[in-house]
């Protein structure tokens, strides 16, 4: 059984911020992409930012510049650095990750979400 546990959400001023934290657990024997998610009630879940096995970074351009994604491969932990937060950064962000467990033969990943953890900024 593979879990993502998000935490590091709360409620933080405008111009704050917030380092959010997925720890991935269970037996698996690959992690691959991971990325960060959020989502408003009544709205899509929007991609905010990924990194690849290799460090690779992609953001949204909502975020750039203010958000840095980075992660741990030795503790299966995937972070979000969040800075100068805006109200429309309000949102249930969402880890998710490529895992693969498989004991033996070809790599297959298939895709894990965490619970989601709250970040809203409001003064």
């Known amino acids: 059984q593979v879990q993502l546990v998000e935490s590091g959400g709360g409620l933080v001023q405008p111009g704050g911020s917030l380092r959010l934290s997925c720890a991935a657990s269970?037996?698996?024997?690959?992690?691959?992409?991971m990325s960060w998610s959020r989502q408003v009630p009544g709205k899509q879940r929007e991609l905010v930012a990924s990194?690849?096995?290799?460090?690779?970074?992609n953001y949204a351009d909502s975020v750039k510049g203010r958000f840095t994604i980075s992660r741990d491969n030795a503790r299966n932990t995937l972070y979000l650095q969040t800075n100068s937060l805006k109200p429309e950064d309000t949102a249930v962000y969402y880890c998710?990750?490529?895992?693969?467990?498989?004991?033996?033969?070809?790599?297959?990943?298939?895709?894990?979400w965490g619970q989601g953890t709250q970040v809203t900024v409001s003064s």
């Open positions: 990194i690849t096995t290799g460090g690779s970074t």
């Open positions: 269970g037996s698996f024997r690959s992690i691959g992409t």
């Open positions: 998710n990750a490529a895992i693969d467990t498989r004991r033996y033969g070809p790599l297959v990943y298939a895709q894990y």
